[in-house]
């Protein structure tokens, strides 16, 4: 259980263009998704956090209108690059959480990570 | 803000080798997380802790919550392979299912490679 996919796996796209990144929480309510961008030999870092229903908070330094997020569902978050740039370029991880014991969550409270999507932006 | 200190930063070790790397953090932790990365894809939850003290093992995987809140190891027995990657270990302030306190925060890996 606690599956989280990411969509799509990789994305190469032309500088100045929007891309969207899809994270769903495949078998369990996600009240919380995470957002991190993670750069070759380097930890993961948090970008955004959103609960569903309610605007994200975004981390310093995270430009919100450049990375918008939007979790509609309690399935299903999106990121979108807008207007790439080639150091945008980054592995975007999502992670998704539940609250245990509620009708549809998780087993734990832990974060579910998903498979990560590959951006290059040219 | 907290940091968390993850070493070894990488480990070239022989098939059958024991493996030990721990974190050390600033301030206190609830929760300590270790999770396995390998290249392309997303980490993947090993063990999770939710006590101070707590010892908890998965297969040839061992971690610790320290008892002061601070830090914790994972210890990898009999090494094969398979467990080339990079393990991160990540902690959580407090449970909250809103806000950041709840928010995880990531050492920045042990790079294991095993020679076969």
């Known amino acids: 259980g606690a599956v989280v996919s990411q969509h799509p796996s990789r994305v190469i796209c032309k500088s100045g263009t929007s891309v969207k990144i899809e994270c769903r929480s495949l078998d369990f309510q996600a009240t919380t998704m995470f957002w991190y961008r993670q750069f070759p030999k380097q930890s993961l870092m948090l970008m955004a956090t959103s609960n569903e229903g309610s605007k994200a908070t975004y981390e310093q330094g995270v430009e919100k209108d450049k990375f918008l997020i939007n979790h509609a569902s309690l399935t299903l978050s999106t990121l979108t690059v807008t207007s790439a740039h080639p150091e945008d370029s980054s592995f975007y991880i999502c992670?998704?959480?539940?609250?245990?014991?509620?009708?549809?969550?998780?087993?734990?409270?832990?974060?579910?990570f998903g498979p990560g999507t590959r951006l290059t932006v040219l | 803000g907290q940091q968390l200190n993850q070493s070894p930063q990488s480990m070239f070790i022989q098939e059958g080798e024991d493996v030990s790397m721990n974190c050390t953090s600033s301030s206190i932790f609830n929760t300590w997380l270790w999770y396995k990365q390998e290249p392309g894809e997303g980490p993947v939850l090993l063990i999770a802790?939710?006590?101070?003290?707590e010892l908890t093992s998965n297969g040839r995987l061992t971690a610790q919550f320290g008892i002061t809140r601070k830090d914790s190891f994972l210890n990898i027995s009999a090494s094969i392979p398979s467990d080339v990657g990079i393990y991160f270990c990540?902690?959580?302030?407090?449970?909250?299912?809103?806000?950041?306190?709840?928010?995880?925060?990531f050492g920045k890996g042990t790079k294991l490679s095993v020679k076969p």
């Open positions: 802790l939710y006590k101070a003290g």
């Open positions: 990540a902690g959580q302030a407090r449970k909250s299912y809103g806000g950041s306190q709840g928010n995880l925060i």
């Open positions: 992670s998704a959480r539940g609250i245990p014991g509620l009708a549809g969550g998780p087993a734990t409270d832990t974060q579910y």
